[in-house]
């Protein structure tokens, strides 16, 4: 099993950047699709981007295409996710997750981290 670890939520002004990272520690973090996702208050939880093992896959949802960018490196056993041109909609709890496989924005998560709080002010 592997263990998920957040960082670098916080609260950013309308436009602004933040790049989340999510730890990885136990199994081989090499081997598992990565994912993010966000879940505001009274929403469901949405899946924001994922990304194959090796980084030659990403899905990158449409409501943050263009924006958000997702990325890894296996050797510090990491995943990125940086957000741009943040809006006050992108506010919510942000969430690491891994799958044993990549299905797109379909896969299936079974680890998840804790979750890192983004927000936006207008």
């Known amino acids: 099993q592997v263990q998920l670890v957040e960082s670098g939520g916080g609260l950013v002004h309308a436009g602004g950047s933040l790049r989340l990272s999510c730890a990885a520690s136990?199994?081989?973090?090499?081997?598992?699709?990565m994912g993010w996702f966000r879940q505001a208050p009274g929403k469901e939880r949405e899946l924001v981007a994922a990304?194959?093992?090796?980084?030659?896959?990403?899905y990158i949802a449409d409501s943050v295409k263009r924006r958000f960018t997702i990325s890894r490196d296996n050797t510090k056993n990491t995943v990125y996710l940086q957000m741009n041109s943040l809006k006050p909609g992108d506010a919510a709890v942000y969430y690491c997750?891994?799958?044993?496989?990549?299905?797109?924005?379909?896969?299936?998560?079974?680890?998840w981290g804790q979750g890192t709080q983004v927000a936006v002010s207008s």
């Open positions: 997750a891994g799958s044993d496989s990549w299905g797109g924005r379909y896969s299936e998560f079974h680890y």
């Open positions: 136990g199994r081989t973090f090499s081997r598992y699709t």
């Open positions: 990304i194959s093992w090796s980084g030659s896959l990403t």
